[in-house]
């Protein structure tokens, strides 16, 4: 085929190109075309911490074409890249609607290294209060120590959100949806809006809601986060995280990568983008039974208050319905009793495990006030916003009916706060 007719073709090609697929078909076929090899339906696992050249003009190509911008498809050096952890990426960047993706080690590695890569000294961050515990440690602490400061709003006060932007030094408006544990949905339209108006980046931590029930990309938001440990990765097995964003800043921080070392390894790679390809099923059956879960806690008599962005209950119900898909696998709520009386309601669950973590096929049960807040007192957990009694439930892929028996019996075997109320009330007269 002569070059004139290749053009063409590959223009007919790309007016011909069918719209953006949904995003289950993409969890299943992004980015993974260009990578096949041996004729192997998987991405193969490149086990290999270094990549050789043939000879010395076979080194030189490939060194110019890095420094003076020619193709090359071929790496150097395993902390600078690997043709496992590309095809994950590139299928990550789709699944988000950016335009591509750089993954890191954990979650954290992604988020300390974004913020290390961007912010300089003398600059300042607005944060909101219900973000992930490491992520506001990080900006209060250790970034204090390179003279960034960070400024804490509420959650949902986006007048205090656009106060708190100080002129030629507020560099970056952080934010989490759905946040841990009260699953607060950030407005994004609105912090796009108050960032647009200041000139200053956007970071939304989406490792709750999953790309399936929400793109913040697609809103404006310029830097995606996701813990790719959680529903990414879908299987407890293994700890990455990824930021997904514009072209040229996510090579900016590859780059940077390359410094700060938090590299990806292929194998986890691997198990990353094996776990992607069920993402929809997974996240679907999982948003269908954390709403029914929700839905039965909130007519329990044994149970306070729900917090699940599904509920009309919930205060941001109406963000929630106009800006996700689907409310996610997580639900948080307060059992009526102590300390005492929670935890052995959670110990007498026979479905879910006590861990930390969530978005994988096994339901999750925690108590924050003895995970995060263990080592503080009662009210030092009140002034916090944390009850003794507060329970973080992260359902897996089990069936809806099992749990909620489960639940069922467990709320059963602890004692009815309604009716000793009514004996104490009694007794007294
Ligand atoms: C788990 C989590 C992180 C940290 O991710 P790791 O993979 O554990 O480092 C960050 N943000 C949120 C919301 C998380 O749930």
Redesign the pocket.
């Known amino acids: 085929m002569s070059s004139t007719q290749e053009n063409i073709e590959q223009a007919i090609q790309r007016a011909t190109r069918p719209t953006p697929q949904g995003p289950s078909t993409r969890a299943v076929h992004a980015g993974v075309e260009r990578r096949k090899a041996y004729s192997a339906l998987n991405t193969p696992i490149v086990q290999s911490a270094t990549f050789t050249f043939k000879d010395t003009a076979d080194l030189c190509d490939f060194m110019d074409a890095k420094l003076y911008g020619g193709h090359t498809d071929r790496e150097e050096y395993g902390r600078y890249g690997n043709p496992s952890v590309w095809a994950v990426e590139e299928r990550l960047a789709a699944l988000d609607g950016a335009e591509d993706a750089a993954l890191y080690s ?6 300390t290294s974004l913020l290390l890569t961007v912010l300089k000294a003398g600059q300042h961050i607005v944060m909101t209060d219900d ?2 515990r ?2 506001r440690q990080f900006c209060r602490v250790f970034l204090a120590k390179f003279d960034i400061e960070t400024s804490v709003v509420p959650m949902g006060d986006y007048e205090a959100m656009e106060a708190a932007i100080i002129p030629e030094r507020t560099r970056f408006i952080i934010s ?1 949806t759905p ?2 544990p009260y699953l607060r949905v950030a407005d994004l339209q609105k912090i796009v809006d108050i960032a647009k108006r200041h000139r200053v980046l956007t970071l939304i ?1 989406s ?2 809601a999953s790309p399936i029930n929400l793109r913040p990309y697609e809103w404006g938001i310029d830097f995606v ?1 996701h ?4 529903y990414l990765g879908g299987h407890n097995d293994v ?3 990824v930021i997904c964003g514009e072209a040229g800043r996510i090579k900016a921080l590859k780059d940077s990568r390359g410094m700060l070392g938090g590299v990806v390894d292929p194998q986890a790679a691997f198990l990353i983008e094996r776990g992607i390809k069920t993402l929809g099923i997974r996240v679907q059956q999982q948003n269908a039974t954390a709403l029914k879960v929700a839905r039965f806690l909130e007519s329990h008599p044994k149970i306070d208050r729900v917090y699940y962005p599904g509920l009309p209950s919930h205060p941001d119900h109406e963000i929630a319905v106009r800006q996700m898909s689907g409310f996610g696998g997580v639900v948080s709520f307060e059992v009526a009793g102590d300390l005492q009386t929670t935890s052995e309601f959670i110990d007498r669950c026979r479905i879910p495990y006590i861990a ?4 994988g096929v096994e339901s999750l049960i925690e108590q924050p006030a003895l995970v995060s807040f263990y080592e503080l007192s009662t009210a030092e957990r009140m002034a916090v916003g944390i009850r003794d009694n507060l329970v973080r439930f992260a359902v897996g892929i089990e069936d809806a009916d099992d749990i909620i028996r489960d639940l069922d019996s467990a709320l059963a075997g602890i004692p009815d706060r309604k009716l000793e109320r009514e004996w104490e009330h009694r007794f007294r007269d």
Do not use: H, I, Q
């Not at 930390?356 to 978005?359: A, K, V």
């Open positions: 954990s979650g954290m590695g992604a988020v973000c992930y490491r992520t989490e946040t841990n931590d490792t709750f986060l813990s790719a440990t959680k700890l990455a995280g930390p973590s969530l978005g």
